[in-house]
């Protein structure tokens, strides 16, 4: 009985969370009993920190940031037509979940004027090693995106990130305090819709390899890479293929090593969901942003563009 209302517990946290509601809304909502949520919520936690670990190891043993993986064209295959890379020219901008830095030093390229990287794990120390050249331009702070200062920017985005977070609501609610009044933030999130195939595939192999180090993952990421490139080669003769328009235009420009990295990306981290385009906007609009865009990329996965617009006081 208590083990089936935990289960239930954790069923719909996690598909609360994931459309974006508070912890106040969700027991006002349930009526559940607070020590099975608050064992809920710690299980959250858990998978939350277990996510930074995962990828503080993986990004200590990758670290580099070479080719179309890290130019300022694959930033606009990521953000465009939501955002051109030319409104990011003299922005300040607040990235979260930096990793390594390939997205700030994509952003320098584009002209920010500043840029705050936000890396919670302890690949931040590769953060600062690969941002250092930069000097002045970049800022680095060692924090989740749920504990961001407010700093008046421009510009949030976080790429490839906001999937990796078991309780987004409050990092979405962060990104909106620091920006200033017409600022933007835009997402980029695995979808649903359009990898129903791949899916088959990944969740229950992700079952096995969310739990394995990332030494085992590296060599499980080595052996897949045969199947994905003869696949991706495949995708690329008939259009129509599942993926292809990703691994053509995308996938099969990184080089061996960098689409190992991307296997790895997916194999690796204990946390990874795959949103809905709703589930997508709803992140943006139940932290306060207004005039909310979205874009199906190549297919398989989600921009999704807000304002802050403060409400206008009659
Ligand atoms: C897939 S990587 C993306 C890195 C970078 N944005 C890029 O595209 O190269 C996800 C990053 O999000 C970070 N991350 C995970 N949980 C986070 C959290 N709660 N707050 C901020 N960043 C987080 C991870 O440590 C990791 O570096």
Redesign the pocket.
């Known amino acids: 009985m208590i083990n089936k209302l935990k289960v239930r517990c954790q069923k719909l946290t996690c598909d609360i969370f994931a459309k974006g509601l508070s912890r106040q809304a969700f027991l006002n909502r349930h009526d559940l009993p607070r020590p099975f949520f608050n064992d809920t919520m710690t299980n959250l936690e858990s998978e939350?920190e277990k996510?930074?670990r995962d990828?503080?190891e993986q990004?200590t043993h990758h670290q580099a940031n070479t080719g179309y993986y890290a130019s300022k064209a694959l930033l606009s295959d990521l953000i465009e037509p939501l955002l051109d890379t030319t409104e990011i020219e003299g922005r300040k901008v607040l990235?979260?979940?930096?990793?390594?830095g390939?997205?700030v030093g994509m952003l320098v390229e584009a002209g920010a004027s500043h840029i705050v990287a936000?890396?919670?794990?302890v690949?931040f120390d590769v953060l600062v090693r690969n941002t250092e050249r930069h000097g002045a331009k970049v800022s680095c702070l060692h924090q989740?995106?749920?504990q961001v200062p407010r700093l008046n920017c421009d510009l949030v985005l976080?790429?490839?990130?906001i999937h990796?977070?078991p309780q987004p609501q409050p990092?979405m609610e962060a990104a909106w305090h620091t920006l200033k009044e017409g600022g933007r933030c835009l997402i980029w999130v695995y979808g649903r819709e359009g990898n129903a195939l791949y899916l088959c595939i990944a969740e229950p192999l992700r079952w096995l390899t969310r739990r394995l180090p990332v030494k085992a993952n590296d060599l499980l990421a080595a052996l897949l890479y045969w199947p994905a490139l003869a696949y991706a080669r495949l995708a690329q003769r008939f259009p129509h293929l599942p993926l292809s328009g990703y691994l053509t235009e995308v996938f099969l420009r990184f080089d061996p090593a960098q689409r190992r990295l991307v296997i790895l990306?997916q194999i690796n981290p204990a946390w990874a969901r795959y949103c809905t385009r709703a589930e997508a906007e709803e992140l943006l609009s139940a932290a306060g942003f207004t005039g909310i865009r979205s874009y199906h990329r190549h297919g398989y996965s989600w921009t999704v563009i807000g304002t802050k617009s403060q409400p206008t006081v009659p």
Do not use: L, M, Y
């Open positions: 939350r996510t930074i990828f503080g990004w990235e979260i979940g930096s990793g390594t390939r997205i936000v890396e919670p794990s690949a989740r995106g749920d976080s790429i490839g990130v990796h977070i990092v990306d």
